[in-house]
Nanobody
Framework: QVQLVESGGGLVQAGGSLRLSCTAS????????LGWYRQIPGKQRELVAT???????DYADSVKGRFTISRDNAKNTMNLQMNSLKPEDAAVYYC??????????WGQGTLVTVSS
C-alpha cells in the first residue's frame, strides 16, 4: 500500500514561512485528490487545502492568500507553502490522499509551531 510521509515542519516566528512536503511511495496520479489537514490537541482535524488530480485547488478561508498548495506528479510530491504564519496556524499538519474508491490515506503528521 502506498504510504505518505510529511516533512518540513518546525518552529517559526509569527510572520515567517515554512514549506511542508508530502511524498508518496507510489504515483500520486492514482489519487482523486491530495490535501493538507491540521489538528490542534483537543480539537477536530480541519481541512487546510486540497488539490485534485486535475489541479483544482481549494483553501480554508483562514489560510487563503497566505498558503499555497502544489503538486509535482513527477516527484510524487505535494507541497504546502505557508507564508505570514500566525500563532493560530500552529498544529500538527497531516497529508491526506483520497483514493479512487474514496478510501483515504494519511501521513503520520508534522508539527508546526509558531511563536508570537
Amino acid at each position: 500500500q502506498v504510504q505518505l510521509v510529511e516533512s518540513g515542519g518546525g518552529l517559526v516566528q509569527a510572520g515567517g514561512s515554512l514549506r511542508l512536503s508530502c511524498t508518496a511511495s507510489g504515483s500520486i496520479l492514482q489519487f482523486r485528490s491530495l490535501g493538507w489537514y491540521r489538528q490542534i490537541p483537543g480539537k477536530q482535524r480541519e481541512l487546510v487545502a486540497t488539490i485534485t488530480r486535475s489541479g483544482t485547488i481549494d483553501y480554508a478561508d483562514s489560510v487563503k492568500g497566505r498558503f499555497t498548495i502544489s503538486r509535482d506528479n513527477a516527484k510524487n510530491t505535494m507541497n504546502l507553502q505557508m507564508n505570514s504564519l500566525k500563532p493560530e496556524d500552529a498544529a500538527v499538519y497531516y497529508c491526506n490522499a483520497l483514493l479512487t474508491n474514496y478510501n483515504e490515506l494519511w501521513g503520520q503528521g508534522t508539527l508546526v509551531t509558531v511563536s508570537s
